[in-house]
């Protein structure tokens, strides 16, 4: 709804005096017949029933995904008919309410770029991989990914309700005979009933909210079942893509297995309609804390100006934005691919320009597998023993003075600390701080690669996650690095790295010894001044 729209609600009401309509609250809005507020349908679907256009089963099974039925919702480019006219392509489906959204004679249309292929997608890239955030390599039980100590990413289907080009798990979304089943959920679960750390659940799949309402019911209650799991979230793009699907009877459903949380995926402020506004209003209602999980995504918003209309909208409908992703490495995806630097900058486009609800969080989910990395602006510019040196949203500089009196936290009285850990590895970075580590490797690292070999350290399974190298320097393409043994064997193939290769030779000084500046020398230390 454009400002004249809600002008002239806002004029509709007028005079009315009880009960108080609040116009301002999307989930209201009214069309200009006065009745709710919908969105535009393509005009193929311009005769359905409006029963049968709410109804979410209606949707999904009339969803266009060949050549021939897009040809009659959009004027398709030369690029779109040979994207979809590829024999081996990830799936095409798409709801007519989400394809009635696109604009048919704007071959740019975000939300067309999102679900229509194009014969780019089927060209490969430098560092393109299938699995490229290692989901298989730490599956415990098929579906179930556990990469961090305390939560699990469960995948109970493969099924969503429209395809997104660039899907991160296109290897395994999409196949409906590779579906998970009744037997897989058992298995799942019964994986989480023997791991007592886990107390975060992650429903995605696919995506959950596709599954029969008496199946995704019956995992809802296995997983409440289980005493450890605290929260339940639920990833779905389900309400951008059918909000039909969010009625009385999913909310009552859901609002039953309490705490529950969800992430929705959208991307652009042409996704959020007044139906996204009032599946949202329902979810919120139900006691469903909302948050928006994006993808930077070249072409579609790439642009601090979308992303900013995009995270107002957002917290207008009460989501959250959580997580704005860097593009993953994967098949398809490479058109979509955007600099890190995008991100950073629409990052510092945001803080401080806008309510700190609004930001989101820029994330490069660790290619190989080593989960969520956070990339932020650099507000943090120096520091020393006493001052901190800061900069804001507006390049000005200032400085925060250390306390000079701090008592240390007492580990040694405090019933927190001195409760045991649950799994290791949670030190940390402490260790470094606390001079007792000058590195950190992972478990087993030192002794089955030689030091420093970080080839060999991320290519243990080089079947699941070494880039396809397409493109990439003479004589290293495609092929998988080496990965050396211990005591260096066959090193020599990765020049100038660690010990054993022969290039920078082993530090004279052990963990925790290393040298400091001498008094009166320079300390590399910027801003000089100000400290
Ligand atoms: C994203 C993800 C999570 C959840 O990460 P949060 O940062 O807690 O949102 C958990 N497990 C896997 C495998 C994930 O990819
Ligand atoms: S909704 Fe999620 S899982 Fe499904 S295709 Fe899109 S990105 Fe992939």
Same mark, same amino acid.
């Given at each position: 709804m454009d400002t004249t729209e809600t002008r002239t609600s806002v004029a509709r009401s007028g005079g009315s005096t009880d009960p108080f309509l609040n116009l301002r609250d999307p989930a209201k809005r009214l069309g200009p017949d006065g009745k709710p507020a919908v969105s535009r349908r393509a005009p193929i679907w311009e005769d359905v029933p409006d029963e049968k256009w709410n109804d979410w089963r209606w949707q999904l099974s009339n969803r266009v995904n060949t050549l021939e039925e897009l040809e009659r919702v959009l004027n398709l480019t030369e690029d779109e008919r040979e994207g979809l006219s590829a024999p081996d392509k990830f799936r095409v489906d798409i709801t007519p309410y989400f394809a009635s959204l696109i604009d048919p004679d704007d071959p740019n249309d975000p939300i067309r770029l999102q679900v229509i292929p194009k014969g780019q997608e089927l060209r490969a890239f430098t560092g393109m991989m299938e699995d490229s955030l290692a989901e298989d390599r730490h599956s415990p039980v098929p579906g179930l990914v556990h990469r961090y100590p305390d939560r699990v990413l469960m995948l109970v289907t493969t099924q969503c309700a429209t395809y997104c080009r660039y899907c991160t798990r296109s290897r395994i979304v999409g196949d409906p005979s590779q579906n998970f089943n009744r037997a897989e959920h058992e298995a799942q679960l019964d994986y989480i009933r023997r791991t /007592?750390?886990?107390r975060d659940v992650l429903i995605s799949g696919g995506d959950g909210l596709t599954l029969a309402p008496k199946l995704l019911e019956s995992v809802m209650r296995g997983l409440r079942e289980i005493p450890h799991v605290e929260i339940v979230r639920i990833g779905s793009r389900v309400p951008v893509f059918l909000p039909q699907r969010v009625d009385e009877e999913l909310c009552e459903m859901l609002a039953k297995y309490h705490p529950i949380w969800m992430n929705l995926h959208f991307n652009h402020p042409n996704e959020i309609t007044p139906e996204v506004a009032r599946a949202a209003d329902m979810l919120t209602r139900a006691g469903v804390p909302l948050g928006n999980q994006s993808v930077l995504l070249a072409g579609v918003n790439d642009c601090v100006h979308i992303q900013r209309d995009l995270v107002h909208r957002l917290v207008e409908n009460r989501i959250r934005p959580y997580y704005l992703y860097q593009c993953d490495l994967v098949e398809g995806a490479g058109h979509f691919r955007t600099p890190v630097g995008k991100g950073i900058e629409i990052l510092e486009g945001l803080r401080g320009h806008t309510s700190g609800y609004a930001v989101p969080m820029y994330i490069v989910d660790a290619p190989g597998g080593g989960g969520k990395i956070p990339v932020m602006p650099n507000y943090l510019i120096s520091y020393s023993d006493h001052k901190v040196v800061l900069r804001n949203y507006e390049g000005y500089i200032t400085t925060y003075e250390e306390p000079t009196t701090y008592t240390p936290h007492d580990s040694a009285s405090c019933a927190y600390c001195r409760s045991p850990r649950p799994e290791p590895g949670q030190e940390g970075i402490t260790g470094l701080l606390d001079g007792k580590k000058m590195w950190i490797e992972p478990a087993g690292f030192e002794l089955t690669h030689a030091r420093g070999n970080v080839e060999a350290h991320r290519l243990q399974d080089p079947s699941k996650w070494v880039a396809y190298g397409i493109g990439a320097i003479e004589g290293r393409a495609g092929a998988p690095l080496p990965v050396l043994e211990a005591g260096g064997a066959g090193s020599g193939e990765v020049p100038g790295r660690g010990e054993a290769g022969g290039g920078a030779a082993a530090p004279e000084y052990g963990p925790g010894e290393e040298p400091r500046p001498a008094e @009166?020398? /320079?300390? @590399?230390?910027?801003?000089h001044e100000l400290l």
């Open positions: /007592p750390q886990i @009166g020398m /320079p300390s @590399g230390t910027a801003n």
